[in-house]
């Protein structure tokens, strides 16, 4: 584990939720949980600060997984030029999860690569010894008082989450659901952090067994 780590944790619940495999094409697939780079977007989310690195580390299914059939009108930069000009849109299909519920946990560690950090954040970055404690100070405190940097969602803007804080007394981890094994699960896009160019990078061989998935410790496979 990352020295000087302070251990982080929220539940986040919807109706929908799509985390996007990217060799699905034109009709969005979701995996079966959420991305490690998902999860750490939803932290940042709450609370964000280019000084602190938000390292996920398991989520926790509390939900089954269930699948859905979704299809909504686009009318996004990524149509045609033609499409565009007509002011047309077009179905988007995709495959979706219905009535989600996860755990998320997370620590929170210093950003070592001072050289991408911003004036304000080097400024931060020299108020404290110990960053990470105060982020998990902070970020508790906004996560109770149901605060955030940015809107959450799962997965795509519409997918708003019925509910985000703490762990609820009532939420139990659906230990029932069978294993899932995907076989390469993106980690994350701009795999060098804050400031970088696109580098995606995978997980292989990844397994949801008991409702839990761990994520490795270090990213996997370049591609």
């Known amino acids: 584990m990352v020295t000087y780590s302070y251990p982080i944790q929220m539940e986040i619940a919807g109706q929908t939720a799509i985390w996007v495999r990217p060799d699905s094409g034109d009709s969005p697939v979701s995996y079966a949980a959420p991305t490690y780079s998902a999860v750490k977007a939803l932290f940042e989310?709450?609370?964000?600060?280019?000084?602190?690195e938000i390292i996920p580390t398991k989520v926790e299914l509390c939900k089954p997984v269930q699948w859905h059939s979704y299809v909504t009108n686009y009318g996004g930069p990524l149509r045609s030029s033609s499409a565009i000009a007509g002011g047309n849109n077009y179905q988007l299909y995709a495959t979706v999860l219905t009535?989600?519920?996860y755990r998320l946990y997370a620590?929170?560690?210093p950003n070592f690569k001072k050289d991408k950090l911003t004036s304000r954040a080097l400024a931060w970055d020299k108020r404290t010894t110990a960053?990470?404690?105060?982020?998990?100070?902070?970020?508790n405190r906004r996560l109770k008082r149901g605060q955030s940097y940015a809107s959450l969602c799962l997965g795509w803007r519409e997918f708003t989450p019925s509910y985000f804080g703490a762990f609820r007394d009532e939420t139990e981890?659906?230990?029932?659901?069978?294993?899932i094994i995907i076989p390469s699960m993106l980690r994350q896009v701009f795999?060098?952090?804050?400031?970088?160019?696109y580098h995606a990078v995978y997980d292989t061989d990844v397994v949801i067994h008991q409702g839990t998935l761990i994520y490795p410790v270090k990213g996997g496979v370049d591609l």
Do not use: R
């Open 45 to 52: 989310s709450v609370l964000w600060g280019p000084a602190i």
């Open 99 to 101: 009535d989600v519920c």
């Open 191 to 197: 795999s060098p952090g804050y400031q970088t160019e």
């Open 173 to 179: 981890v659906c230990t029932e659901q069978p294993d």
């Open 131 to 139: 960053p990470g404690h105060a982020y998990q100070d902070i970020f």
């Open 107 to 109: 620590v929170a560690a």
